[in-house]
């Protein structure tokens, strides 16, 4: 069965690094997202990518992140200087056009320092 | 806007007993609803989904869940829980609309005794 893909499962960077986390959505979904989750919160949305830009984002989803597609497959979410508080669990998720429900990947836990 | 409560962070059970953990929604358009699970060390799994029609929808692994707009309510049960049961479910909701934002509930911590 298709599945979503993280790399890499854990992060460790100190405060101030750039972090690029990479996803691969399932090949034929056509809308990605990212959530985090802060240890012991809620899961949270951060952004939706659909046909090549964000649809919508999260007020977390501030000038300090990104994401991009850079090529058919890879789906990444860069924190360009990261904080503390950006420690959290990210996933990525998928879903085809037409499609209600996301498919997520396993996870990458960040860690600051 | 949209958001999910989830009564009860923690739910134990027995095995072979029912499982209900209850999810209520408050949305301002007509949503579609979502329980996933998520154990130890994995990322969510989508469990069951309610979008149009029957209120009624089962999922994988003998869940259901069953819509009630009246209560705003889309509890999941399972008649007979399994001790492979034991993990977090969180409800979700989303506009009616795809591609739209899933809005998560805190998550219940389904525990199962033997």
């Known amino acids: 069965e298709p599945e979503v893909t993280q790399t890499p499962s854990h992060q460790v960077t100190q405060m101030g690094q750039e972090v690029i986390l990479r996803c691969v959505p399932i090949?034929?979904?056509?809308?990605f997202y990212w959530y985090r989750q802060i240890l012991g919160q809620k899961v949270e949305f951060l952004v939706s990518?659909?046909?090549?830009?964000?649809?919508?984002k999260s007020e977390i989803f501030d000038d300090q992140f990104s994401v991009e597609r850079p090529d058919g497959s890879n789906f990444t979410l860069k924190i360009r200087s990261t904080k503390l508080e950006d420690s959290a669990m990210y996933f990525c998720?998928?879903?085809?056009?037409?499609?209600?429900?996301?498919?997520f990947g396993p996870g990458t836990r960040l860690t600051v320092t | 806007a949209q958001s999910v409560t989830q009564l009860g962070s923690h739910v134990s059970v027995s095995e072979g007993a029912l499982v209900l953990l209850r999810c209520n929604y408050s949305?301002?358009?007509?949503?579609?609803l979502f329980w996933y699970v998520q154990y130890p060390n994995q990322g969510l799994q989508l469990l069951l989904k309610?979008?149009?029609?029957?209120?009624l929808v089962k999922g994988i692994n003998g869940f259901e869940a069953e819509f009630k707009k009246s209560e705003t309510s889309f509890h999941l049960t399972k008649p007979s829980a399994h001790m492979s049961d034991a993990a977090e479910y969180f409800c979700?909701?989303?506009?009616?609309?795809?591609?739209?934002?899933?809005?998560f509930g805190a998550g219940t911590i389904l525990r199962v005794k033997s």
């Open positions: 998720a998928s879903t085809l056009a037409g499609m209600a429900g996301q498919y």
């Open positions: 090949s034929n979904h056509l809308y």
């Open positions: 990518f659909y046909n090549n830009e964000i649809s919508e």
């Open positions: 949305s301002s358009v007509p949503p579609y």
């Open positions: 309610y979008t149009t029609g029957a209120t």
């Open positions: 979700a909701v989303s506009a009616e609309e795809y591609g739209n934002k899933l809005v």
